[in-house]
């Protein structure tokens, strides 16, 4: 019941805002947690950046000062604005939900499809 939407190719230095809707739940209960993790060809998943119920952040060190997480709990939308790309940003972005305080970990109950960020260098 997570969508994504908003990714694509992008030069070094460009920006991209991703979105996620959100459906057939409970907003915000059902998700107290929500996040966006990515992940790189042959590589893991990994989480990128957090926001709970109460609107308070968490960002991976890597995206600090460049990315900003966002809810619109009106509309039942997650967004994250990426700013200032780098080609190791590439990666299949996932929107990820859960009751749970799980950090910025790969252990999400809900998870979108994923949309793909391509940063060209």
């Known amino acids: 019941h997570l969508v994504e939407s908003g990714g694509g190719s992008v030069q070094a230095g460009g920006s991209l805002r991703l979105s996620c809707v959100v459906s057939?739940?409970?907003?915000?209960?059902?998700?107290?947690?929500i996040a966006w993790l990515r992940q790189a060809p042959g590589k893991g998943r990994e989480g990128v950046a957090l926001?709970?119920?109460?609107?308070?952040?968490t960002y991976a060190d890597s995206v600090k000062g460049r990315f900003t997480i966002s809810r619109d709990n009106t509309k039942k939308n997650l967004y994250l604005q990426m700013n200032s790309l780098k080609p190791e940003d590439s990666a299949l972005y996932y929107c990820?939900?859960?009751?749970?305080?799980?950090?910025?970990?790969?252990?999400?109950?809900?998870w979108g499809q994923g949309t793909r960020v391509t940063v060209s260098s």
């Open positions: 990820a939900a859960d009751w749970r305080g799980l950090g910025l970990s790969p252990s999400y109950a809900y």
């Open positions: 057939r739940a409970t907003w915000p209960t059902d998700y107290n947690y």
């Open positions: 926001i709970d119920q109460y609107n308070i952040t």
